[in-house]
């Protein structure tokens, strides 16, 4: 468990995981730039995005970019 999108990205660093479940709204690192970040590294992980964000742009851009669910 991670308490913020800095410390997930920190951990991904050092350890893969198969499924990470995301908000939007997180500190430091919000959802959709740890989203990008995981993407743009190529690390083989399913993301869940939970979060209370209604903004279609958000959904639709972590859809894009592979979310789950």
Known sequence: M???GEEAAQYLEQEMADLLILDIY???CNGVELM????RK???????????????AHIGEVLQMGAVD
């Open 26 to 28: 997180m500190p430091k």
């Open 42 to 56: 190529g690390w083989p992980v399913d993301v869940i995005m939970v979060t209370a964000s209604k903004d279609p």
């Open 2 to 4: 991670a308490r913020n």
């Open 36 to 39: 990008k970040t995981i993407r």
